[in-house]
């Protein structure tokens, strides 16, 4: 029998895995999730001795039912091949206590590139098995790792065409640059006029339009989403939490069954959501610690049950995370309510139209295992200063916000539970707010001249993606208000 998705906004909607991954959102707007967390089906003694691509073989294969072991097998083949710069994949390093996994070591040094190396070979695959004859077009707005993670991923894959929309002035200039460069002919960037929220927003109000929609279709055309929205995206992403705990079970670091802690700088609030996964598949983790930048909404939300977010929305040096709509929130919202899409599409419908919903007390009893904290711009320039003085590991700027949260929870509760920080992107990637943390006298340098300097006093050699940028030329140049993304997909597709 295989494992079904549901809407988390309709009841009567059931799809298959590769349906889901096909569509990547339903057309009610909700969200695809698993009818149940299938449990992990192999020891942890037999995770502890496999790889990475066999470790996410046991626990894809339980989400990805209508895949044959073939097709999973040469998908996950394709993705973690020498695109990585490590074997490990995800290695996990210590550093003052903590056990940082490093998820940047793919294309695009950020950890999209941990999804995004296999979304489109599932998506391949799951085009052929629905005997889709369109064309797809991947429709994505990024805060700026998902774009360039997306473009890698599917540049040049046949059949398949991708539009990135990112806020023009919200993204670090490396993040631009790595987009603005990307080649390949299937491959379009437009920088809008706004912030991230508007982005996604208007990438959203795309799929649902269904006059849209039968329009593409005309012209031999249907969307599909790379955003972290598609379970293709999620299950991927579960992954390297089975993996990190094996890791450390294999290196003698704690005993099989003990349980661990989490601590993820959550935007959209995907990898978080992994985790939570990871751990209703049976991986015995205690807290999920939800690290917020200043645009703290998910914390307050935490604390107190409502999510409101009617505030000022703050551009941060850890901008993958300046997000005050977590999409990925809404599956967890639709768990806690009981599986039930119709309480579901009643707190998003308030979402939309008011920006605010409050969830009932026995709803936030369900949260327990959730901490969520900040930290502050300081407060994260201060915790990447002081790691590296005393350790000469470098954090970049959203792993530093997670570092410093889990520091405010062991404070706060006195908790020794060893704990995985995702280490979400290289230092390199935002070498500007990384170098200032360090010593604000940097900040008269360029930023590839702050590069080899970050590789000089860490000790790293400066990756691939940073040195690829260096000299590569600008091939987009688009941008538009966000009320004119429907139009610009159009021109890009020739319609
Ligand atoms: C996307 C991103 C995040 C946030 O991850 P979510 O899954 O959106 O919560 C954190 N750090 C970096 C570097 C990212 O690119």
Do not use: W
């Not at 005393?390 to 706060?412: F, I, M, N, P, W």
């Not at 300097?453 to 993606?465: G, Q, T």
């Amino acid at each position: 029998m295989d494992l079904m998705y549901a809407s988390t906004r309709d009841a009567n909607v059931k799809v298959t895995a590769s349906q889901a991954v096909l569509k990547g959102l339903s057309d009610d707007g909700g969200l695809f999730v698993p009818e149940r967390i299938p449990l992990l089906d192999v020891s942890f003694t037999e995770l502890a001795g496999m790889s990475y691509q066999e470790t996410a073989y046991a626990v894809m294969k339980q989400f990805l039912t209508d895949f044959t072991e073939e097709e999973l097998k040469d998908c996950i083949a394709k993705a973690y091949d020498s695109k990585f710069d490590t074997e490990e994949i995800a290695p996990l390093v210590q550093a003052d206590g903590i056990y940082f996994l490093e998820l940047f070591h793919g294309a695009t040094i950020a950890f999209k590139d941990m999804a995004l190396s296999i979304l489109p070979h599932l998506l391949t695959v799951s085009a052929k098995k629905n005997r889709v004859t369109n064309e797809i077009v991947i429709l994505t707005a990024t805060s700026g790792d998902t774009g360039k993670a997306a473009l890698a991923g599917f540049a040049e894959v046949n059949g398949i065409k991708i539009i990135v929309f990112y806020p023009k002035n919200g993204v670090s200039p490396i993040q631009e640059k790595q987009m603005v460069t990307q080649k390949g002919a299937n491959t379009f960037v437009a920088g809008i006029h706004g912030n991230f929220d508007e982005a996604q927003t208007g990438v959203k109000k795309m799929f649902a339009d269904q006059a849209f929609g039968k329009e593409l279709a005309s012209h031999g055309y249907q969307f599909s989403s790379a955003n972290s929205i598609n379970i293709g995206r999620l299950v991927p992403q579960i992954v390297y939490y089975v993996y990190a705990y094996a890791k450390l079970i294999a290196k003698g670091d704690i005993k099989e069954g003990e349980k661990i802690n989490v601590a993820v700088p959550t935007g959209n609030f995907g990898n978080i959501l992994a985790a939570y996964y990871a751990k209703n598949m049976g991986l015995p983790i205690a807290k999920l610690i939800c690290a917020s930048n200043e645009n703290k909404v998910l914390y307050d939300f935490f604390e107190t049950g409502t999510y409101d977010k009617n505030r000022e929305f703050m551009l941060t040096s850890s901008p993958s995370m300046d997000i005050l709509i977590s999409s990925n929130l809404e599956r967890l919202i639709y768990r806690i309510a009981g599986d039930s899409a119709q309480k579901n599409a009643e707190f998003m419908r308030k979402l939309n139209e008011e920006g605010v919903y409050s969830i009932s007390e026995e709803m936030k009893a369900e949260l327990k295992d959730f901490y969520g904290n900040y930290a502050s711009e300081q407060e994260t320039a201060q915790t990447i200063r002081q790691l590296y003085d005393k350790t000469g590991y470098v954090l970049d700027t959203h792993t530093a916000v997670a570092a410093s949260v889990c520091r405010k929870y062991q404070a706060e509760t006195g908790d020794q539970t060893k704990v995985i920080t995702a280490s979400t992107a290289s230092p390199f990637k935002f070498t500007r707010s990384v170098m200032n943390a360090i010593d604000p006298s940097y900040d008269t340098k360029s930023d590839f001249e702050l590069a080899d300097e970050l590789s000089r006093i860490a000790n790293v050699k400066v990756p691939k993606a940073i040195e690829e940028i260096r000299t590569a030329s600008v091939l987009h140049r688009t941008e538009c208000e966000p009320d004119e993304m429907p139009e610009t997909v159009k021109r890009f597709l020739g319609i």
